[in-house]
Each structure stands twice: as C-alpha cells, then as structure tokens.
C-alpha cells in the first residue's frame, strides 16, 4: 500500500520562511513525477509545483514562482518544498502527489495524480 506522509507545516509570519516534506512509501520513487497542492478553506486543490523522477524539471504555479523551490532526494525517498516569502494567501494544506510511473510527464491536473497524502496545514499570519 503506498503511503505519503507529510511534514513541516506550521504557523509563520509573512516574510517567513518553511521547508515540507514528503516521504513516499513507494519502492519505485525514482520512477514517480512528484507534486505538491494546496487547498485554502472554501477553494478548490490547486496545483504548486512538480518535479520529474531525476528530478531535472521542475514546474511551478505563477503564484509560486520565485519564492517556492521543489526539490528531491532520490536516495532517500523524499520530496521537499522550500517555501520562502511566505503571505497570508499561501495558507492552505499542502498535500504530497505521486503519478503512476508510466506517466512521467509532469501534469497541473489533481486528477492526474494517482497517490496522495493526507496533507500538513501552513498557516501565514498578517
């Protein structure tokens, strides 16, 4: 059964800085296309960053781009989100995603994720 486990979240300051991560339970992580979502109160998940399995492309939403980094560690099986300059519009959950391995395109879509953790909660205060 494969088991994403989040980590990392917290309450923060505008300006302030934090790391996730994420760590699979899945034997053929450095096969996976790894991503992360949020979710705010009343919005729908949306897409923030990917990385391909060799981690080589990464991918990022506009509202992300500059100030978070996704990064992994293949031979630990960990994911990370490095989230810097955080505001309050950052406050969400923040879920962990895998994709099947025999898709190793990096995709935006929720529904293109196949594996799922059950998200930390980031909190930005003004």
């Known amino acids: 059964q494969v088991q994403l486990v989040e980590s990392g979240g917290g309450l923060v300051q505008t300006g302030d800085s934090l790391r996730l991560s994420c760590a699979p339970s899945?034997?053929?992580?450095?096969?996976?296309?790894m991503g992360w979502f949020r979710q705010a109160p009343g919005k729908d998940r949306q897409f923030v960053a990917a990385?391909?399995?060799?981690?080589?492309?990464?991918y990022y939403s506009d509202s992300v781009k500059g100030r978070f980094t996704i990064s992994r560690d293949n031979s630990k099986n960990l994911v990370f989100l490095q989230m810097n300059s955080l505001n309050p519009e950052d406050t969400a959950i923040y879920y962990c995603?895998?994709?099947?391995?025999?898709?190793?395109?990096?995709?935006?879509?929720?529904?293109?994720?196949?594996?799922w953790g059950q998200g930390t909660q980031v909190t930005v205060s003004s």
């Open positions: 990385i391909n399995p060799n981690g080589g492309i990464t």
């Open positions: 995603a895998a994709r099947r391995t025999r898709f190793n395109d990096i995709t935006t879509s929720v529904d293109t994720y196949d594996y």
């Open positions: 899945i034997r053929t992580f450095t096969l996976n296309v």
